[in-house]
C-alpha cells in the first residue's frame, strides 16, 4: 500500500450536527479520495461517485442526529440504506460505496471493522439484451450473405434457429439430419431444432464448399478442430461493423427468442 493519503482521525461532533459542522469532516473525503486513487487505482468516475455516494449517506445520518458517517453502525447503515431508491441497481451501488469507505477508515486505522459488510445484496435481474430489429437483421443477414456461403450459414443458423455461440461452433454434419439440427446444449441436453428455409439454403452451399469432413464450422487452420470462439466473435464484430448494427450471437440468439424474424417460405424478414 502507498499509504499516500494523510488525513487525520475524524473528531466526532458533539450532538445534534448542523452543515455548518461539515468541515469537521473535509479532510475525510480528501484522504477518501486519495486512497481511492493512489492505493486502490480506482477510475475517477468511480472516486467521483462513491464519494458523492458516501458524503450523501454521512448527510443523512447527520440529519437523522448521528454523529456521521466514520462514526455509523450497521444498524443506522441500514436505516439509511432502506431510504434509498429500492432498485437493485441503487442499492447496491450505496453499499458498494459505504463499504469501499469503511476499507479505506480500516486501513487508515480509525476502528478495526466494517459496519457496512452486512448491509443486504440485492439480487440482479438478469437483463436480455435487446433485439435487433427486422430492417437490422436484413442488414446483418445480407451482409453475411456478401461475405461468402460459411459466414451466410452461420449467422443464418443463429438467427433462424436460435443457437448458442457454443452450440454453433460444435455443430457436426452429423447432427445435420434433414431439415432439423441435433443440438447437445447446456448440461448435455440434447434437443432437435427445425431448420427454416431461410437457413437450409446457405447451409446447403457452404456444405458443397467445405472440405471438414466432421465439423460445420471448422477452425482455418485445422480442418479436424472446429472453429474457436475468439474466431467467432471476431467474425460478429466485422459483420456488426460492416452492417453498421450492433450485434453479436448471442444478441441474434435473443432475437430469435422474441421472434422479430419472422421465418417466411420466401426466407424475408
Known sequence: ??????????TAPEG?????????VREVWNGFRDWMRHDKNYSITTIHHYTWRA???????????????????????????????????NRNDARSAVVAFFHFVNHAG?????????????????????PVTNSEARKILDMA???????????????YCGLRNSELRMLRWSDV?????????????????????????????WRKQSTAAEWVFPSSRNDDRPIAKS????????????????????????????RLLEVGGSGSV
Open 55 to 89: 458524503q450523501h449517506c454521512h448527510r443523512w445520518l447527520r440529519q437523522q442526529g448521528h454523529q456521521g458517517l466514520p462514526w455509523a453502525t450497521t444498524e443506522t447503515l441500514r436505516a439509511y440504506w432502506d431510504t434509498v431508491t429500492p432498485s437493485a441497481a
Open 16 to 24: 445534534s450536527a448542523s452543515p455548518e459542522e461539515e468541515p469537521r
Open 231 to 258: 474466431t467467432l466473435s471476431l467474425i460478429m464484430v466485422e459483420i456488426a461493423d460492416a452492417a453498421c448494427v450492433e450485434v453479436t450471437a448471442h444478441k441474434l440468439r435473443h432475437t430469435y427468442a422474441t
Open 145 to 159: 450473405e456478401a461475405m461468402g456461403p460459411q459466414i451466410a450459414a452461420m449467422v443464418n443458423l443463429l438467427a
Open 110 to 130: 480509525w476502528r478495526p471493522d466494517n459496519p457496512a459488510v452486512p448491509l443486504p445484496r440485492v439480487k440482479t435481474p438478469k437483463r436480455l439484451p435487446r
Open 1 to 10: 500500500m502507498n499509504n499516500s493519503y494523510s488525513a487525520p482521525r475524524p
Open 177 to 205: 439430419e434433414g431439415p432439423w439440427l441435433r443440438v447437445i446444449g447446456k448440461g448435455d441436453k440434447e434437443r432437435s431444432i427445425p431448420i427454416p428455409p431461410p437457413a437450409m439454403l446457405p447451409l446447403v452451399r
